[in-house]
């Protein structure tokens, strides 16, 4: 084994152990939901951003609070309402009178980790502001744009059931999210578990952070190095376009989910310790990366028709490469 062999296994391993410790950590507060938590560390890898959808009351805020927790990085929570203003997301320039100069007040989007707690009670205005943000991870208030530090990350979560007072996503920032995770409810052992954690303490309070913001720079090198074999990318290629051509989808996916889904996969491979993309790593998480970008048809959805419905089916007549 040469050296750069050898480097490239240490690397491995370090990612992989990390990724362990990570989903440790989280478990102590989140009990029974590993998938979640490995695609929230995913997502870092990537430095990309995860919408959480699920009902109230079964973790949403608690995963991404936990997951920033474990960060030794900042982290701001924005709780969204029909009142917030821009401003109030990304800042505001005032004038300081004791030095006759203009300031900048930074908001709580410049941060590492931002939690935008129910997202889809914003209003659009407020919802657009976050979109410059998200794709160049920057913000421009009064003709100055201002670099958001790094690595930077927002964990969106929304009730899917609740409508009033609520205003859909646009399709360009649903586009913008990396992952769609949901938590589901927990077995009734996972449940007793949960009620035993939480008795007499909050273990949220007691965690400690495992990962800094250097080093999590430093993984989000060493994952891209995982090989992605011509054939993989065909099949993600193959894959994307069949949401284009699947006749109950309104809108497919875009060259942006394609480039979310390689790299998703390479960060998967890459916390199982691998150093290659399987087609199982594509197809585990392609529900996550696309589901939320598509757009299906009314007389479908009157049908029954879903977004995962529809992608599970085009993973399942899409053909695997084989060796």
Do not use: W
Not at 5 to 27: P, Y
Not at 40 to 68: M, N, S, Y
């Amino acid at each position: 084994m040469n050296e750069t062999t050898a480097a490239a296994g240490a690397d491995l391993e370090r990612l992989r152990t990390t990724a362990e410790r990570f989903r440790s950590n989280v478990g102590k507060v989140i009990v029974g939901k590993e998938a979640p938590i490995d695609l929230i560390f995913v997502a870092l890898l990537c430095e990309g951003h995860v919408l959480i959808e699920d009902v109230p009351g079964v973790g949403k805020t608690l995963l991404a609070k936990a997951a920033a927790r474990s960060l030794n990085c900042t982290f701001r929570r924005i709780q969204c309402t029909p009142d917030l203003l821009p401003s109030d997301v990304v800042g505001v320039q005032f004038f300081n009178q004791k030095n006759s100069e203009f300031e900048f007040r930074p908001g709580p989007i410049l941060a590492n980790i931002v939690l935008v707690d129910e997202i889809n009670r914003a209003m659009p205005r407020t919802q657009s502001a976050l979109l410059e943000c998200m794709q160049e991870q920057q913000v421009t208030v009064d003709l100055t744009s201002i670099t958001l530090p790094r690595p930077f990350m927002l964990i969106a979560t929304q009730n899917p059931i609740e409508l009033e007072g609520t205003f859909p996503l646009p399709e360009a920032q649903l586009d913008r999210f990396l992952l769609k995770a949901k938590l589901g409810y927990p077995s009734p052992g996972e449940e007793s578990a949960v009620l035993s954690r939480f008795q007499h303490a909050n273990p949220l309070e007691e965690l400690q952070s495992i990962v800094d913001a250097s080093e999590l720079l430093e993984l989000q090198k060493i994952f891209r190095q995982v090989f992605v074999d011509g054939s993989v990318r065909d099949y993600i290629v193959k894959v994307n376009a069949a949401t284009r051509e699947n006749p109950d989808i309104k809108l497919g996916t875009s060259t942006r989910a394609a480039l979310g889904l390689q790299a998703a996969s390479q960060a998967m491979a890459g916390i199982r310790g691998r150093g290659y993309v399987l087609p199982d790593d594509v197809k585990a998480l392609a529900p996550h990366v696309l589901s939320h970008r598509i757009i299906v048809k009314t007389e479908a959805r009157l049908r029954g028709r879903t977004e995962d419905g529809i992608i599970e089916e085009i993973l399942a007549t899409v053909p695997v490469p084989v060796d």
